[in-house]
């Protein structure tokens, strides 16, 4: 049986410092066959210029340009749409994947049926790309869930996100990201799970860069707007929930949700999220 296609979607917004290491990762995997898609979404820095370069010497790559900056879902989305591979993986242009991680991934999915998404540990690095320290030293592989993974992800983080590859037809019954949403990670990771399963691999297979001012670095400044769209996502939990131990897990995330946006003086959301802990309380 030959190898199922694998497409890589690599997003690139302002990071042209950092791009071309990404890509290179991609052209570095073991497994074959990868088709390539890089979207630049917008950016101002030279990005596109540093992508085109290194896209010469690789003709088969698919090289997609937003105009204008339009957000990360509607990006990928776009991206998504024309691509061809029955996995897909999500590659930020600021890290960077380790040679195996298109062969694992592949390996995972293939021999689980039931599973969606396959995800992994990684290694956090700064700008300059030494180690900070491993997802794992947060969140010890023995404490990581497989399979149905629906109630542990309302709960509580342990996914990171660079790490994950997941089916094409799986995210196209999903309609894609929601695009009126900030950021795409925790509803992806809710609505998927309801439906399907996921499996972990406890191997460091992508290498995440902290870079100051990116998407997961302002999620926790004062009055992050991030927090509005983990608020309409809590809602979209509490209409998927079907039994008490979900019902729990949602009170459990919506406490932790209001302590955060009192913190970051997010006033109007931490209400909004009170709100509906009452309402998932009395249901």
């Known amino acids: 049986m030959s190898n199922p296609l694998v497409t890589v979607i690599c997003v690139c917004y302002n990071q042209a410092r950092f791009v071309t290491e990404a890509l290179d990762s991609v052209a570095a995997q073991t497994y074959q066959p990868i088709e390539l898609?890089?979207?630049?979404?917008?950016?101002?820095?030279?990005s596109k210029e540093?992508?085109?370069?290194?896209?010469?010497?690789?003709p088969d790559t698919v090289l997609l340009l937003n105009g204008t900056n339009i957000?990360?879902?509607?990006?990928?989305n776009k991206a998504a749409a024309v691509a061809k591979g029955k996995y897909l993986i999500d590659l930020s242009a600021d890290d960077w994947l380790l040679p195996e991680r298109v062969a694992v991934g592949v390996q995972a999915l293939e021999s689980n049926p039931q599973a969606g998404v396959t995800f992994s540990d990684a290694e956090h690095v700064n700008e300059s790309g030494t180690k900070i320290n491993l997802h794992s030293d947060r969140f010890p592989h023995q404490t990581i869930p497989s399979g149905d993974v629906y109630q542990e992800v309302i709960k509580r983080f342990f996914i990171c996100s660079p790490t994950m590859m997941?089916?094409?037809?799986?995210?196209?019954?999903?309609?894609?990201h929601d695009e009126t949403l900030d950021y795409e990670d925790f509803d992806f990771w809710i609505r998927s799970s309801r439906k399907y399963h996921y499996t972990y691999t406890p191997w460091v297979l992508v290498k995440k860069r902290k870079v100051d001012g990116s998407l997961s670095d302002v999620q926790f400044r004062l009055?992050?707007?991030?927090?509005a769209s983990t608020l309409r996502v809590c809602e979209k939990i509490?209409?998927?929930?079907?039994?008490?131990?979900?019902?729990?897990?949602?009170?459990t995330r919506l406490r932790y949700e209001?302590?955060?946006?009192?913190?970051?003086?997010n006033f109007k959301i931490a209400r909004g999220f009170f709100k509906l802990w009452m309402r998932n309380r009395s249901a």
């Open 71 to 76: 957000g990360y879902c509607k990006t990928f």
């Open 258 to 265: 209001i302590i955060l946006n009192l913190r970051l003086l």
């Open 37 to 46: 898609i890089v979207i630049d979404d917008g950016s101002t820095d030279g």
């Open 166 to 176: 997941f089916s094409r037809a799986m995210f196209e019954e999903l309609g894609g």
């Open 223 to 227: 009055r992050s707007a991030h927090s």
């Open 50 to 58: 540093v992508i085109e370069k290194w896209i010469a010497n690789q």
């Open 238 to 251: 509490y209409k998927l929930n079907k039994t008490e131990a979900e019902r729990k897990a949602l009170n």
